[in-house]
T-cell receptor
């Protein structure tokens, strides 16, 4: 069955440090890949998505992610963390095997230390 | 534009009671979804709709029913609430299918005692 694995339920970084949130997926066919962000007491908001084409995808708020087919990964990065980045981040995948339904990972909570 | 609006925002139910969660979107989106969010489990799809008058089951449909009588509204019903249905429920909509951006409501926190 298709699945999404986010390594680390909690990640803590200092303000200004690199943010790296990991996402691996299982899919035997080319997937669509997404990162969503959830701020406290709010719904999810799309950060970025990969459908086809360039494997390095840029999103909002300075985030980007790279689709690596050989590693079945779609890690999220940001060069310099800001206090406002503190939130929960969800990786999601959609492909033909799931009838293109969105399958979410369990989420990673990002803490940014001053 | 309000986007996706969910009512109510909070609710406490007793076991066996019924209730309906309302989702309304003003973006003229075809697709609408109901998810539940539980700690450490991400979001799981309960039911979805690909257009007015249609509904389909997601990953965890048992104990829930839905209706989409109008394009802008998607209702989620619990006929006989159980403690296992304590969760945060999110409605979302998208212009087309799952590969397009989904817009989420702010959630409904439901507690079943």
């Amino acid at each position: 069955a298709q699945s999404v694995t986010q390594l680390g339920s909690h990640v803590s970084v200092s303000e200004g440090a690199l943010v790296l949130l990991r996402c691996n997926y299982s899919s035997s066919v080319p997937p669509y890949l997404f990162w969503y962000v959830q701020y406290p007491n709010q719904g999810l908001q799309l950060l970025l998505k990969y459908t086809t084409g360039a494997t390095l995808v840029k999103g909002i708020n300075g985030f980007e992610a790279e689709f690596k087919k050989s590693e079945t990964s779609f890690h999220l990065t940001k060069p310099s963390a800001h206090m406002s980045d503190a939130a929960e981040y969800f990786c999601a995948v959609s492909d033909r095997a799931s009838s293109y339904k969105l399958i979410f990972g369990s989420g990673t909570r990002l803490l940014v230390r001053p | 534009n309000a986007g996706v609006t969910q009512t109510p925002k909070f609710r406490v139910l007793k076991t066996g009671q019924s209730m309906t969660l309302l989702c309304a979107q003003d973006m003229n989106h075809e697709y609408m979804y109901w998810y539940r969010q539980d700690p450490g489990m991400g979001l799981r799809l309960i039911h979805y709709s690909v257009g007015e008058g249609t509904t389909a089951k997601g990953e965890v449909p048992d104990g829930y029913n839905v209706s989409r009588l109008k394009k802008q509204n998607f209702l989620l019903g619990l006929e006989s609430a159980a403690p296992s249905q304590t969760s945060v429920y999110f409605c979302a909509s998208s212009k087309q299918g799952f590969s397009t951006e989904a817009f989420f409501g702010q959630g409904t926190r439901l507690t079943v005692v």
